[in-house]
């Protein structure tokens, strides 16, 4: 999609930023040890970054994030480090070749030659190899983790339960017993990597975050004034169902079998905090869990796919295509008031 491959050309611009922050670090530190009185290693440290930056990015993004995703950590590990220190020096090579060869007025092939046999260009290189084998490391476990995840946990945050405004969407597969039975365990296991796969585009263009992945479930959710701008939290359900029926066929082709959901949503104030010791996790507590919850329960008994609390009506603007019918309320478990659930329709249903 689109807007996908606007988000993986954002993320590329910050690769691209890490890149000179870190290429100006490294230059700097080099300029240091070799004792060098101008910032010529500093700048090309910058340049070095900045190509480096870019380079990597469009292979984390489009490359190992893309066609990579289902290899294994190893060969993955292997293949990062070959292809980055190829990237590292083509650009070293480059950049100091051109130094000398407008600093220094030699040809191109006598620039090359020098660069390569300068005494300080494998150091140099062996150097940014060290110091990018640890951002490969965390490349490598980002996708074990959520974004942002790594660094809350080092920077302490939620170590401390806070309070906080979010929205939260359940989408729960339809007959995922039945469909489990037809295909078995493995077969099944593929249906929903392949099913969860297909949410990807609809998840980042909406900025969701992926709460938690149970068995057949997923758990997306939003900071509150971040998910009803331009109703994005509503836009993702639709562009998820939307994605399915594109790919009905393949599906059908595949496994014999399409995935249909149903799915809730609602939006307060819950705590979050990291809990585990031997594992840890950032969970959500409160009663805006229960109530979605709740309301996805309901999907069944007003034949309905996707119902949405009232607080959520009130506090969005619904795209011109939808609109809110009330379908009944929900009585929560121990509590006295009720919770008005509806249902969203397109204009021209």
């Not at 670090?25 to 440290?45: H, S, V």
Request: hydrophobic share 45%; glycine share 6%.
């Amino acid at each position: 999609m689109f807007v996908s491959r606007n988000y993986k050309l954002k993320n590329v611009t910050y690769f691209s930023i890490i890149g000179i922050i870190a290429g100006i670090a490294i230059g700097f530190l080099l300029q240091e040890i070799d004792k060098i009185d101008n910032f010529r290693p500093t700048f090309n440290g910058l340049l070095i970054g900045f190509f480096v930056g870019i380079s990597i990015g469009l292979c984390e993004e489009f490359l190992f994030l893309g066609r990579f995703r289902t290899k294994t950590y190893l060969f993955l590990l292997t293949f990062r480090i070959l292809v980055y220190s190829f990237i590292f020096a083509f650009f070293l090579l480059l950049v100091n070749s051109a130094t000398k060869f407008f600093m220094h007025n030699l040809s191109f092939n006598d620039s090359i030659s020098t660069a390569l046999f300068d005494e300080h260009y494998f150091r140099d290189l062996v150097i940014i190899i060290i110091f990018s084998s640890a951002a490969i490391a965390l490349l490598q476990i980002r996708s074990l983790h959520r974004p942002g995840d790594l660094l809350k946990y080092i920077t302490g945050k939620y170590h401390r339960p806070e309070e906080v405004n979010k929205i939260f969407l359940f989408i729960d597969l339809r007959s995922s017993t039945a469909i489990a039975e037809k295909l078995g365990n493995l077969k099944y296991s593929e249906f929903l990597i392949d099913y969860y796969d297909d949410m990807t585009d609809a998840i980042l263009m909406s900025k969701a975050e992926i709460y938690q992945y149970i068995g057949d479930e997923i758990v997306l959710t939003w900071p509150f004034d971040e998910g009803i701008k331009d109703a994005k939290c509503i836009h993702c359900f639709f562009d998820i169902r939307n994605t399915m029926e594109l790919n009905k066929e393949r599906y059908l082709k595949k496994f014999g079998v399409y995935p249909q959901f149903k799915a809730a949503m609602h939006a307060g104030r819950v705590s979050v905090t990291w809990i585990g010791t031997i594992k840890k996790e950032i969970v959500y507590h409160g009663d805006v869990l229960n109530t979605t919850a709740r309301i996805q329960d309901e999907c069944n008994k007003y034949n309905q796919c996707f119902l949405v609390s009232e607080f959520m009506i009130e506090s969005l603007e619904l795209p011109g295509y939808l609109k809110p019918e009330f379908v009944g309320e929900v009585q929560l478990k121990g509590k006295l008031e009720k919770v008005k659930i509806f249902g969203l329709k397109g204009i021209a249903e």
